[in-house]
Structures are given as C-alpha cells and as structure tokens.
C-alpha cells in the first residue's frame, strides 16, 4: 500500500488550535484541504492565465516560455482563433471579476427583498433596528424622511420610508441605463474620474452580463477594454451591491458598535449543542441566533441533556454575528472541516460561499448534521447532509426547525476532542463606530483621525482583507504583514477571514497596541482605547473601508479623493473571486491593493502592465503582487510614504520620531 501523502501539521498553519486538530484528524486517517494541497500540485498553464476554454476547440494552452520571457524569442502565441495570452487572461480575469462580484452583489439583493418583504409587513420576523441609518440611507436614495402636516414638518412613518428605500434600492439591479445611485457617495474628483473613463456603472447586473458577453468567443478582443468593463462591474458591486447590503443588513439587524467576542475552535463547548453557522448571509444566522434563546428552545436543550447552545460562526456568517452580538467564531475557511473533527458539532449549518464540499464527506465519520438550507446551494455529496430550506417569510419557524434538528442530535455524541485555544478581541468598527470612538458620542468625526496622521503619529491606513488559502501557510502572511505594518505605525482596518487571523493572534484587543505599535500609533491607540486593527466586518463590509475612506476625506487635510490618501490594501492570503471583485473596486476607487498570492495573470506579461503600472494613470491606483508579507508591508509603507510626500505631510513624520528618538534619549540617561 502506497503510503498517504498528507501535510505536515507545523508546516501549513502557524494556529495552534488548527495543527492540534489536523495532527488528530491525520491519526483517524481523516483527509482535509491541508493534505489535499500536498497531493495536487496546481496547473501552471491555468495559473498563468493563459488557458482558455470558452469555447470547445480548446482548451488553447499558451505556455510563457523562458525564451519569451528573456526576449530571445518573439512572443508569438495564439489560440485556435488568433486570440493572444493578453485576450486570454484579460477574459479570464474579468470573468472572475464578474463571478465575484455577482456572488457578493447576489448576496445584496437577498438582502434588500427580505428588507423589502419586511417593509411591506411579508416577513414578520424581521424589523427595523437601526432608525437612524434607515434616515441617512433615505437620503442617498431621495428618499423624504419628513412631511408637512398642518402646516408643520413632522418625520414621516418609518414603514413609508422603508418602503420606498426598498423599491428604488432594488431596481438597482436591474436598472439599464443612466448612472447607480450609491456610487454618488464617493468624493468628487473620484467620480469625475469614473466618467472620465466610462466607468460609473449602469445596473449591477447589466455590468455582470455585458462581462459574459464581451468574454464569449470571438467578441471582445482588446484587454484594455476587457479590464474597463471589469473595473465598471466592479464599482457595481463595491459601491452597489455591496454596499447596500451592508446598510440595509445595518437596519435590520442592527449596525455594529464595539463589543467583546472570541475567537477559535476552543469555543465549541463539550456539554452543550453546538451548532455552527457557516457561510454568508446573515439572515439565516440571525434568527438562529434568535431561535436559541426562545423558550420553547431552551426547555429542548435541557430535555435533551445538554447545558444550552453555542452558536459559534465560521467564514462571514461569523463576522455578521460576531459584529453585532458579540457571537463567537470558531474559525476561518481553512477551519471549517477541522471543526467537525472536534466530534463536538450537532449541526453545521450553511447558506452561500466559501462552502467545502469535503464538509459532507468528513461529516460521515461523525454524528454531525450537514444541514444546506439555500436553494441555490445545496449538497449531493454525504449521508449526513440534509436540507431544510430555509425561508425569511416563516423565518423564525425554520430557524427553530434547523435548531430543533441540532438539539435532537445531540445524544448521538461520540468522544469529543475541542482545542483549549480561545483568543479573546474587541470588534464591532463600522464606520459610524469609528466616527463616535474617535470624535465622542455627541459629534461623530474623522477629525482626530486626520489629525494624527497629518501630524505623523499614524503613517497611513491599511486595509489587510481577503481570505485563507490552502496554498500558502495558513494565517502566517495576514498576522506578519499586519504585525509590521502597526509596528510601522499603520493603522490596520481588517475584514473577513484576515480578520480571524488578527483575533486569533491578539491584534483586535487594545491592550496590544503597547506589544505591537510602533510609539505614534500605541499613543494614539491607548489614548482612545483602539485596537491597532479594527474588525470592520464581513467582506461584504468592505464596503465599509469605501464609507470610512470618503470619511477621511471629507474630514480634510488630507486631499480631495481617494487616491490621495495614505491609504492601501492587502490581500495576504485571497483565493475566492470575490476576492478579485473586490480588490478591482478598491483600484477602481484610487485605493493600490497588494496581494501575497498571485492573480493568475502572469502568462502575460502586458496584462500585468496594465494592472500594476497603466491604472496608476487612470483610477490613481495600481495592483501588486508580493508573496513575503514583510516585504509587502514595506512595498505598502512606500505607497503611503509617497502620498504623504505628495500631501506635503512627509517631514511632519520625521519630526514627530525624531522627537521619540530624543525623548527615549533623555529618559536613559
Ligand atoms: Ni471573503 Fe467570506 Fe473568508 Fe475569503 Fe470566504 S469567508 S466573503 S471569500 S474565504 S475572506
Ligand atoms: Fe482557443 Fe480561441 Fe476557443 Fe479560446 S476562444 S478556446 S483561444 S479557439
């Protein structure tokens, strides 16, 4: 028998609970993505780019030679039909912009009809959490907030303005002509540009198709072209999409504000039910949450034996419910099938995205439930996995009927094995959060914000994003990179499963700051009691990190658009396309993103161009790729260094170190 290729546990995470749990599903024989990235090796040809399979005379495959590349031979590739590797991989590129930003933006429209059957009284389990953020939303929309009544100006009915939201936000998606409407937050100089170059988005779907359409055989053969509508579809989403599935989820649910939560798979509890909510949307995971607190659900627990429930999240899904009740997360995407080997989960539960298939196999060699409730995803693959259909009309039923499944399961335990490790944090920075932590309760503002980092004790702001992936180590490029960058006196806003990372190494609790800043940003962290990253959410929060940006500007000092700013972005560990559609926007909008795994674009050298040099000129922001994440922190601390120079804040910077310098002095001797 040939022996099993597996990983080696030290070598692929740097998490302790995650080298415990593999080392342990190893002994079981149990298979996970760890191993399965030792077994297969990538296909070098796709990774490139440069293969192209739409249509069925190939797959072309157009090999970058080392003879091209040195340029001793002429670069003469073509497919089939003439198509060169720059038609290839621009098509291919735009196609994963398109994917990932329909899934985000697919999310947003879920979003926006439960609000909308909320409105209109069809989904009663939901409400209005937020009044305040449903007004300032009116306002983007036109939407009055105020009547006159005899005479006099009273606020309208909050339904009434509900309603309205919902319509005008919905038809966003469809709407075929003329400019969106959210994409109006963003300042000025930033939307001429988007005119200037054609891409200010018409519908958020109509961007998606026309990518399809443009990258079918034989229409769209220019890459500049190709990447224009890839940067257009991709305001769609950051602007669009995205970003109003962020608000309207901040109505109904609740808009975040600093709390205390915890993070790893030690939060699982060994004498009570776990169910772990896994995937995207929080409108299934917020009546879960819910659910188990009901009565009726309770009493269900104890007849069962067991102490109560934990509802531990995992991928966004934990982010969502982590912002606002402080639910714990038991971990990232890498995690997910490692949770399932604690033996200690009832139910895991998913919706949308970043689901492994492998969940349903590894859940056969357990008790656990792997319950699919979406009717755009579920699973073929398992004995374990069922599907009961989630449906936000009789939300609160179907909650209670997924809890109900969970609890029943519980007395089919086996042994249970649950890592210690917990890391406690502090998360909850949407932008509103931030605006009150910064300026006080009574006058919100990004003011001090500014202040500091015109008078250098903040250099820049990073936005350190994006996800895990198998083919790096896992964790180690977010926490290095966002280690140096606040050593470096970078403020770092984090969303997604970066943000894990950063919990789970102690980067979201403001006791850190002394361990990890550099002297400017531990003064100004312990001064407000921030954390040195501030979880601002879900990816589909990235959104937020737009809003917090045009923020800054607004607040002034600092330049008059967003390419302005000491502001940049890092993908350490990216492997989704939404993760490509969302790096896209951040360009488009005039903010560089850095990524520690390479697009697969590389098979052509001037589709590179264009992304890491040729956008500076149009959007004022460029793509980068730098896989050491020191380095990439100091690739990112150049790009802020150069804005600060062009902002004439440069020298401030050096004064305020020199005076530590001086300082340190004096107090040794
Ligand atoms: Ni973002 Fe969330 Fe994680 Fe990546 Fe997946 S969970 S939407 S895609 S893997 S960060
Ligand atoms: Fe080959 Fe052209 Fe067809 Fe692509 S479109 S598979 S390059 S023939």
Redo the contacts with the bound molecule.
Sequence with gaps: MSEMKIAVPEDVSVDKATIKMLRLAQSKGQESIFDRAVKMKQCNIGAEGICCKICSQGPCRLPLTKAIKDGSEPDDRIGLCGATPETIAARNLARQIAAGCA??SDHGRGVIETFRAMAYGEAKDYTIKDDLKLKEVAGYFGVPVTEEADGQTVPRDKWDVAREVADIALKQWGQQEGRMIYPGRAPEPTKERWLKHGVWPRGIDREVVEIMHRTHMGVDQDYRNLLKQGARCSLGNGWGGSMMATDMQDIMFGTPYPNAGKINLGVLSPTKINIIVH??DPLLSEMIVAAVHAPDMMELARAVGAEGYVVAG??????EILMRHGMPIAG???QQELAVVTGAVEAMVVDV??VMENLARISESYHTKFITTMPIAKCATGKNTIHLEFDEREAMAKAKEIVKTAADNFKNRGAVDIPTDTNRMVIGFSTEAIKYHLGGTFRGSFVPLNENIINGRIRGIAGV????NARTVHDQGHIELMKELVRNDVIVLT????A?AAGKVGLLAPESAAVHCGPGLAEVCETVGLPPALHMG???DNSRILTAATEVVKAGGLGKELCDLPAVGAAPG???E??VG?AQYFVTSGISVMLGVPLQIYGSPKLAKLLEEEMEEMYGAVWGYEPDPVKCAYKMIAIIDKKRKALGIDKVRERVLMDMADRQKLAVG
């Design positions: 899934t985000h995937g995207h995992m991928c966004c899904t934990a982010n990232d995407y890498l995205q970043c994003v994006g996800c895990n969303t997604g499963c970066a894990m879900s990816c589909v990216w492997m989704s939404k993760a969302i």
